[in-house]
C-alpha cells in the first residue's frame, strides 16, 4: 500500500460511523462494510475534515445515531479512490483508508448533521449509483 504524504503530527483525523466505541477501541478491517453490498471490508477509512467524516456517521448502516471519533492511524494510509479517482480529484475531502488498525482517542461530541435535503440528496444519489451497479472500490 502506497504511504500517504500527510504530515499526521499536525493532521486532527476523524472517523464517522454508528458504532459505539470508546477511547482506545481499535477499528479494524474484516468487518462487514457499512456501505453498499455491505462486503467483507479490506480497509478502513478516516478523513481529516469534519464533513466527510458527518457523511460517514449519517450514511453509515444501522440505527443507533452517528458518531464521530477522533482516530490515530497506527500505520500507512492512502487517498481514497472511491473519492479521489472517482469524485474529487487532489483529494480536497482529505479522505483516506488504510489496512492498518485506527485508534479512537476520543469523541468529538458537538458536531452538526447535513439537512434532510441534503441528506435525502446523497442517499437517493448512492440508490441510483447502486442501481447502475456502481460499488466501492474495495482492491
Do not use: C
Amino acid at each position: 500500500m502506497p504511504e500517504t504524504t500527510v504530515n499526521t503530527e499536525q493532521e486532527q483525523f476523524y472517523h464517522g460511523t454508528k458504532a459505539n466505541l470508546k477511547p482506545g477501541d481499535l477499528i479494524v478491517p474484516g468487518f462487514n462494510s457499512n456501505y453498499g453490498q455491505r462486503k467483507n471490508a479490506k480497509y478502513v477509512y478516516l478523513t481529516a475534515t469534519l464533513d466527510a467524516a458527518i457523511w460517514g456517521a449519517e450514511l453509515a448502516v444501522g440505527d443507533e445515531p452517528g458518531r464521530i471519533y477522533l482516530v490515530e492511524p497506527t500505520g500507512p494510509f492512502e487517498d481514497d479512490p472511491n473519492l479521489t479517482d472517482k469524485k474529487f480529484p487532489g483529494n480536497p475531502t482529505k479522505s483516506y483508508r488504510t489496512q492498518e488498525p485506527l485508534r479512537v482517542v476520543g469523541e468529538l461530541m458537538d458536531w452538526q448533521g447535513h439537512s434532510p435535503e441534503q441528506l435525502k440528496a446523497m442517499k437517493d444519489n448512492l440508490e441510483r449509483l447502486k442501481a447502475l451497479g456502481i460499488e466501492a472500490i474495495e482492491d
